[in-house]
C-alpha cells in the first residue's frame, strides 16, 4: 500500500500542476478583460481537458485493484500524466507574442494538441491493462470504440483546417465525455 500513496501522491502533484495551468490561463480573461481575446473552440478545449483531468483523476481510484507494483508501471503512470500536463501547457502557453490572439495560436498549434491527445488515448488503453485483466475486459465494448474513434477523430483533426469542424469537434468531445463520464461513474 506504500507504493499506492507514493502514487497517488505524484498523480496528485501532476494533476494539480495541470488545473493550476488551466485556472491561471483562463483566469486572464478575468483580471484582464480586452488584453487578450476569448475564442470560443480554445476555450471550449480547455474545458474538455479539464473535464479529462477530473475523470483521470476519478478513474486512477481503480490503481487501488494493482496488487503488486513494479518501476515500469511507476513509469508509465508518471508519463500518462505528463502527456495530460502538455496539453494544458499547450492550450496555454507562456505568451502569445507571436500570434494574434487565441484562434490563430491555437490553429498553429492544433497538430501538437490533437497529437497529444490522440496519445492520451492511446496510453489510457495501458493505464487500463495496467489495473488488471478483469478491469480491463470489463471496459471492452464502449471504451474501444471510443478510444479508436478518439483517436480517428484526433488524426483527422489534425489535417482538417475548417473552423466549423473544429468547433462541431470539440462539441462533440464534451457532450459524449460527460455522457461516458455519467453512466460510467453514476451506476450502482
Not at 109 to 138: E, H, N, P, V
Not at 173 to 183: P, Q
Amino acid at each position: 500500500m506504500e507504493e499506492l500513496t507514493h502514487v497517488k501522491s505524484i498523480i496528485g502533484i501532476i494533476l494539480g500542476l495541470s488545473l493550476t495551468h488551466l485556472i491561471k490561463g483562463s483566469v486572464i480573461f478575468i483580471q484582464h478583460p480586452g488584453r487578450k481575446k476569448i475564442y470560443f473552440v480554445h476555450s471550449l478545449w480547455v474545458f474538455y481537458v479539464f473535464l479529462m483531468l477530473i475523470h483521470f483523476w476519478w478513474w486512477e481510484f481503480n490503481l487501488k485493484l494493482i496488487h503488486e507494483w513494479y518501476f515500469a508501471d511507476y513509469f508509465f503512470i508518471i508519463c500518462y500524466i505528463l502527456v495530460y500536463y502538455l496539453l494544458c501547457a499547450i492550450l496555454y502557453p507562456d505568451d502569445l507574442a507571436d500570434y494574434t490572439g487565441y484562434e490563430d495560436y491555437f490553429y498553429s498549434r492544433k497538430k501538437w494538441f490533437f497529437s497529444i491527445l490522440a496519445i492520451s488515448f492511446i496510453a489510457d488503453i495501458i493505464d487500463t491493462a495496467i489495473k488488471g485483466g478483469d478491469y480491463f475486459l470489463y471496459n471492452q465494448t464502449e471504451y474501444f470504440i471510443r478510444v479508436i474513434s478518439h483517436v480517428v477523430l484526433c488524426l483527422a483533426a489534425i489535417k482538417i483546417n475548417n473552423k466549423v469542424f473544429h468547433s462541431i469537434l470539440v462539441l462533440l468531445f464534451i457532450v459524449y465525455e460527460l455522457s461516458y463520464i455519467l453512466r460510467l461513474f453514476n451506476v450502482e
